[in-house]
């Protein structure tokens, strides 16, 4: 379970090299010369990754917003594939169950037990979608997915999280990217049952996945590496990492090199220590994290460990990993489905068993809305979930929704936890109930592949890539160019111009006269000019279509009538977005590379609005009353958060916004905030050597 950070700003990359990529000349043009380096070197890694997944449908948000507009067949897909789908997964449930209820699945310390996985291994559910020439089952995801979700359901999610791991980054990793050796060696162990873990987080980076240390150097004596992991350079968090199992491992190739690499090897079966004079060090540890603390999950030191040459992938280790990320953050969304089910199915026993004040609680209003919330959180995963995947399967470019579908299930698991406290009361903080049990885990799905709002904007920027690059581009090359002096260098920090406003007006005309007749000798601004006529005509013709009845819509027909109102508000506002991102654009300029909280905004109400789409068609498409009237109790939820999220009408409540908190953030970097003085900090776990502060531009 990782969390690799893409780029921030709204600009795309349009090449491969980091370079060149847009967002890092937005960054360097706003004098971030550290982001533009890290931003593009993660984005040529991403954009190398969609190459390779080779899925050319423009992506559905994107044409939520941009058009054409999807049609009910396309929105409803992935709940009827999931309907479709075959039973390959039911063994695998059956066993897992079984075991459960034989009382064999945890260890007395709460871990996964040697018995399940035994039992699992038997049914192939490790190898569950691992072709059947490799000994697995030859599932299809959207089997895996339900597999995951009533795992989940049922007590089980962190078998799910095992099984997720090992098979999105594990088993897929190679299928993607392992040489025929590779995927014979490898595959038929996962297909039996052997873990397989993915080590890319060190103790000393995190998001910026680009910048690891861990490195492997030539072993001229067999032709392989050595690998050095060592110090803050160890691995660290490794779900599924343990002695004897399988790992994937990213490591730079030579100390100081510029390429990531990945290493598929064997751990070895126990500690190495230098004086067992074997000439490598190797261990294995606990990370000691509280979350998924079922599962194994580990720091890892190596010095000088051996690796053989056919142990390495041919790819880079980054790239890889964002190649098998939207599996991941499909199995993520899959399984918050089954925990929100499992939490929905305790509280309602509960507040079924007890009586509240006045009569049993669940007759009461409260309570009956938090249990609509964990079964409506439920469901919107679920539909995420399957339109997600239906959309891979469909050729589709997964920009976009594969990060709302996480970040909302992820956000929907962690508000449903809380639901069920409300009503579970106290007996949900009981050490041996799974509602307690689940509630490190909740929170660390907001952190896990990809830290929700991170990828939130990391999506606003894929799914406005096509609008940036043909139409903002101008914009943005005009304020670079007057950004950079003479001799051809950017100018200094205090000289940069990275938003004209009003005011910048009267404080520097002269720039403001050069950055205006600069934008009107520019093609791509009267390309937008035209683009914003263009676009306006359009709504002005639809303008009087806002008064037709929905009902009379046979767009919307085709809905339960109890349905049909969400479905077109969330169509509505997304394909307002457009608009939104403009004025966005327009207002903050160059700023937007810095400017997180319009765009992390930005995302969540996408994510809002795609999730309302979702859920309609996705109960439209099954005949199931009861789940009906969850999706209107949630689109109805999700529609009063899209209302209280201003995007064009809070410009200036955001600059207000903005401006505060960088006015306390400064105060508390600078130590000037008097309400953390006196009191020392806890020194941190894991800790890293610090850089030391580079003076400022
Ligand atoms: C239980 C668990 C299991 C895990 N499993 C694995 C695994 O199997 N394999 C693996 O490789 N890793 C794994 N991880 C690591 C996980 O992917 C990392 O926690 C993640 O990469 C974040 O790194 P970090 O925690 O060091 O945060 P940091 O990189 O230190 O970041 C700290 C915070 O700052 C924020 N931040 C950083 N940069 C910016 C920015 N530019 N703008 C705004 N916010 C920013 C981050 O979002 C984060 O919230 C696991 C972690 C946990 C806790």
Redesign the pocket.
Known sequence: ???P?RA?TTTQPTASSPAESTAAKALAAAGDADSARDVGALDAAAKQAAERLGRNKQALVERLIYGPAPSANELQSGALAASKAGARGAPVVAAALASLQRGEAFTADGKLSAALRHAVAAEKGYGFTVPGEFGGLDGEYVELALVEEEMAANGLGPLAVEIS?ELTIGAGSLLAYGTEAQKRLFLPLVAQGELM?????EVGI???AKKVRAYVEPDPATGGFRLFAHGDRNKL????ATHGGLVGIVARVGQDGKQVGLFVTRLPARDVRAEDGVGYEFWCRSSD?G??TANH?ARLHFHGYPLAASEQIQADGVEVLFYCLRMGRCMLAAMAAGYQRMFAVDALAYATAREGVGGQVIKHELPRQHLGRMVGGALQSRALSHLSLQQDADGHDLAGLRDLTKSAAATTALQSQIACERVLGGRSFDSSSRVHQARHNMH?FG??EG?DD?ILMGMVKDVTDGFTSRYMAGMLGVLQSINVGSDGKPLPAEQRLLRITPATVLQQPGKVWQATTRLVANGSFWLLALWIVGNLLVELLRLPLLLVPTSLLPRYQQLPAGLRRYARFAETRMRWLRWAYLGINLHFQLELTRA?IPLQRLGKVIEHLVSMLALCHHAAALPDNSQRRVAALQCEQLMTQVKGLRLLTGLWQMDRLRALVGAVGDDLEHGRCTLVDGVAPQAFAHPFEKKAKKPKA
């Not at 873990?197 to 987080?201: E, H, V």
């Not at 968090?237 to 599924?240: E, F, K, M």
């Open positions: 379970m990782l969390v950070h921030v791991g873990a993915f080590g890319l987080t995190g998001v910026n968090w490794i779900t599924n994290t979350a998924f999950n660390v952190v896990v830290e991170l997180q």
